[in-house]
């Protein structure tokens, strides 16, 4: 990191370091996930402190001090603060997620950029979201999520042999290699899970859409709950490693 920069960054979390220090675990499209702190950030009087909380983004003024090896925040200048997804929990916990496969991704690996506006959008669309839309837009978000992530997620072809799949022939989804595949394919597999004709139609028109666009697209409601489990799965199958918040935020997630 340079010595003096201008990053702009959505903020993960905040912990506590000595009494009154304020460390944020910060998402940046431009160096990825990074500590900062906000020195005397809980002191009382501390006007920096307070508007560096988790779930807001916004431009950061960073000093990088190369002995300590630490970043000092200087000023934050806001650009939205997500006060509607705070406030409800199904929102909240659909936010957190998302802020967790950031960290456990490394701010998205090499698709951090896109990875990164996908993140925004998707935050901004959440904070404004009639709460009928929400599983559409969570849909929406681990689907594009899972494909920056490096998954071959293309509902037209058999990631086992190539073959191309029909859209009136059955595709299925191969856990152990994390990949659509066709009905020969998914024989062999122990685990594979049948993709129905409308998730399948879904994905079509969302990969040739915009976010946006795509969550008018209209889906049966308990297709929609199983594909988002599944997205969540193949997702902790990308990252290797469960995701915390779908165990604390079970009751309002699924
Ligand atoms: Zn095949």
């Known amino acids: 990191m340079k010595r003096n920069s201008k990053l702009?960054?959505?903020?993960?979390?905040?912990?506590?370091?000595?009494?009154?220090?304020?460390?944020?675990?910060?998402?940046?499209?431009?160096?990825?996930?990074?500590?900062?702190?906000?020195?005397?950030?809980?002191?009382?009087?501390?006007?920096?402190?307070?508007?560096?909380?988790?779930?807001?983004?916004?431009?950061?003024?960073?000093?990088?001090?190369?002995?300590?090896?630490?970043?000092k925040i200087l000023e934050y200048e806001s650009f939205a603060v997500y006060?509607?997804?705070?406030?409800?929990?199904?929102?909240?916990?659909?936010?957190?997620?998302?802020?967790?496969?950031?960290?456990?991704?490394?701010?998205?690996g090499e698709s951090r950029s896109d990875f990164y506006s996908l993140l925004s959008a998707a935050l901004d669309t959440l904070e404004l979201l009639p709460e009928a839309l929400l599983d559409r837009l969570a849909v929406q978000f681990l689907l594009r999520t899972a494909i920056l992530l490096g998954g071959n997620l293309n509902p037209n072809e058999c990631g086992l042999c190539g073959k191309k799949i029909a859209s009136e022939e059955p595709l299925?989804?191969?856990?152990?290699?994390?990949?659509?595949?066709?009905?020969?394919?998914?024989?062999?597999?122990?685990?594979?899970?049948?993709?129905?004709?409308g998730i399948k139609k879904y994905?079509?028109?969302?990969?040739?859409n915009s976010l946006e666009t795509s969550?008018?697209?209209?889906?049966?409601?308990?297709?929609l709950k199983y594909f988002k489990s599944l997205?969540?799965?193949?997702?902790?199958?990308?990252?290797?490693?469960n995701l915390l918040t779908l165990k604390t935020g079970k009751d309002y997630l699924f």
């Open 215 to 223: 969550l008018n697209a209209v889906i049966d409601n308990n297709l």
């Open 172 to 197: 299925y989804y191969s856990r152990a290699d994390a990949c659509f595949s066709c009905s020969n394919c998914s024989g062999i597999q122990a685990q594979a899970a049948l993709i129905s004709a």
């Open 203 to 208: 994905i079509e028109y969302s990969l040739k």
């Open 8 to 71: 702009e960054g959505i903020v993960i979390r905040n912990y506590r370091i000595q009494d009154f220090h304020k460390g944020a675990v910060i998402f940046s499209p431009d160096t990825g996930i990074f500590h900062a702190i906000v020195y005397g950030g809980y002191k009382g009087k501390s006007k920096l402190g307070p508007s560096v909380q988790p779930l807001c983004r916004g431009k950061f003024d960073v000093y990088h001090d190369p002995v300590k090896k630490s970043n």
């Open 83 to 108: 006060e509607d997804i705070k406030s409800d929990l199904k929102k909240y916990f659909t936010a957190l997620s998302w802020l967790e496969i950031s960290v456990k991704s490394h701010g998205g």
């Open 231 to 241: 997205l969540y799965n193949i997702i902790e199958e990308y990252l290797e490693e």
